[in-house]
T-cell receptor, first 113, second 114 residues
Framework: ETGVTQTPRHLVMGMTNKKSLKCEQH?????MYWYKQSAKKPLELMFV???????ENNSVPSRFSPECPNSSHLFLHLHTLQPEDSALYLC????????????FGQGTRLTVV | DQQVKQNSPSLSVQEGRISILNCDYT??????FLWYKKYPAEGPTFLIS?????DKNEDGRFTVFLNKSAKHLSLHIVPSQPGDSAVYFC?????????????FGTGTRLTIIP
């Protein structure tokens, strides 16, 4: 248990569906991240929120839409995904500007059919 | 272009022996390096880190070595235990990002043979 909780753990959705991934942390961190892990590829950073403002968007398609309503919660809204978007989506949090490690959630295994 | 590379996708080591996992990087701006361990169906968990001002950091059975001139780091686990079987990710960040933007390698699957 790292203190970062992601729900759901598994999600199967059709290409026309809309779904959301949720991430929650109560570690007092002020930065939160979404990562994507595809098979045989490095972990890819998707979005960074620092102090509830998006500071990084790594050329992620608009069918992925993040939301950070407060420093403890982070969402990833999904719509009209493609099968190649099937992957493990990991949320992480850290304390900005301290040289401390990021804590990861357990991930959501997403399958797009 | 992959800035952090783990060239060995898998490694098998006898229990009690030393496990050595390697990582190379290309971005000279990286100045903080981390190792994460990942079990199946779980997110990565932090293992050990090293700042570029050091060349070695030790924590119990785990030691990370950094060779800045070669842009290479390694993780040594000794003695290796069956519970160490997992996928190990090397990660790097550059301080000027100030927000822990980590670049990860593809991981090395370590199997400890009893």
């Amino acid at each position: 248990e790292t203190g970062v909780t992601q729900t759901p753990r598994h999600l199967v959705m059709g290409m026309t569906n809309k779904k959301s991934l949720k991430c929650e942390q109560h570690l007092g961190h002020n930065a939160m991240y979404w990562y994507k892990q595809s098979a045989k590829k490095p972990l890819e950073l998707m979005f960074v929120y620092s102090l509830e403002e998006r500071v990084e968007n790594n050329s992620v398609p608009s069918r992925f839409s993040p939301e950070c309503p407060n420093s403890s919660h982070l969402f990833l809204h999904l719509h009209t995904l493609q099968p190649e978007d099937s992957a493990l989506y990991l949320c992480a949090s850290s304390h900005q500007r301290e040289n401390t490690e990021a804590f990861f959630g357990q991930g959501t295994r997403l399958t797009v059919v | 272009d992959q800035q952090v590379k783990q060239n060995s996708p898998s490694l098998s080591v006898q229990e009690g022996r030393i496990s050595i996992l390697n990582c190379d990087y290309t971005n000279s701006m990286f100045d903080y390096f981390l190792w994460y361990k990942k079990y199946p169906a779980e997110g990565p968990t932090f293992l050990i880190s090293i700042s570029s001002i050091k060349d070695k950091n030790e924590d119990g059975r785990f030691t990370v070595f950094l060779n800045k001139s070669a842009k290479h780091l390694s993780l040594h686990i000794v003695p290796s235990q069956p519970g160490d079987s997992a996928v190990y990710f090397c990660a790097a960040s550059a301080d000027n990002f100030g927000n822990e933007k980590l670049t990860f390698g593809t991981g090395t699957r370590l199997t400890i043979i009893p």
